[in-house]
T-cell receptor, first 113, second 111 residues
Framework: DVKVTQSSRYLVKRTGEKVFLECVQD?????MFWYRQDPGLGLRLIYF???????EKGDIPEGYSVSREKKERFSLILESASTNQTSMYLC???FGSGGPGEFFGPGTRLTVL | KQEVTQIPAALSVPEGENLVLNCSFT??????LQWFRQDPGKGLTSLLL?????REQTSGRLNASLDKSSGRSTLYIAASQPGDSATYLC??????????FGTGTLLAVQP
């Protein structure tokens, strides 16, 4: 079974802190994605990556950056956390458009105080 | 710009009923459509994926259909059970290789 793991299930940080969210997949997927999910707004794509060291902006990249130094790991970085970044963060991975679709991690509930 | 709509937003049915969840999308130029299930506070679990060349996919009590020309997909759940209670999301993948999600249908199956 494909496994996508995220470093924390729950995280509480203070405004202005630098926050790292880690995602690891074990199926050699080329593509990796970071989404945030908010009530009434659904899932929105923050950043995605098609390969190591490659990244592309999604729909809401402001205030975030990403890093993909190894194929299996995709990190989301909040350079200076703000209260409006309180959300559920979901990581996903996939082989691509012809594959079996995207597989999601369990999510990280981030609260910024 | 692709938009995905799911109707109804919420549904409550008694156990044992067959039910249909609807998903519509505005741009028919898609590569595939994927149905997910999400339990409260959890990540998404992939249920079925339909490639653009396919009409339907089945897995156990679930059957998903796709009509690209009309921009519609349905998820049919047979003999519903309380354990089916969750939010169901559909998502389409287009030329950008990004998934565009609907806002989901919250299903409650009453014992």
């Amino acid at each position: 079974d494909v496994k996508v793991t995220q470093s924390s299930r729950y995280l509480v940080k203070r405004t202005g802190e630098k926050v790292f969210l880690e995602c690891v997949q074990d199926m050699d997927h080329e593509n990796m994605f970071w989404y945030r999910q908010d009530p009434g707004l659904g899932l929105r794509l923050i950043y995605f990556s098609y390969d190591v060291k490659m990244k592309e902006k999604g729909d809401i990249p402001e205030g975030y950056s990403v890093s993909r130094e190894k194929k299996e790991r995709f990190s989301l970085i909040l350079e200076s956390a703000s209260t409006n970044q309180t959300s559920m963060y979901l990581c996903a991975s996939s082989f691509g458009s012809g594959g079996p679709g995207e597989f999601f991690g369990p999510g990280t509930r981030l609260t910024v105080l | 710009k692709q938009e995905v709509t799911q109707i109804p937003a919420a549904l409550s049915v008694p156990e044992g009923e067959n039910l249909v969840l609807n998903c519509s999308f505005t741009d028919s130029a898609i590569y595939n459509l994927q149905w997910f299930r999400q339990d409260p506070g959890k990540g998404l679990t992939s249920l079925l994926l339909i490639q653009s060349s396919q009409r339907e996919q089945t897995s156990g009590r679930l059957n998903a259909s796709l009509d690209k020309s009309s921009g519609r997909s349905t998820l049919y759940i047979a003999a519903s059970q309380p354990g089916d209670s969750a939010t169901y999301l559909c998502a389409v993948r287009g030329a950008t290789n990004k998934l565009i999600f609907g806002t989901g249908t919250l299903l409650a199956v009453q014992p």
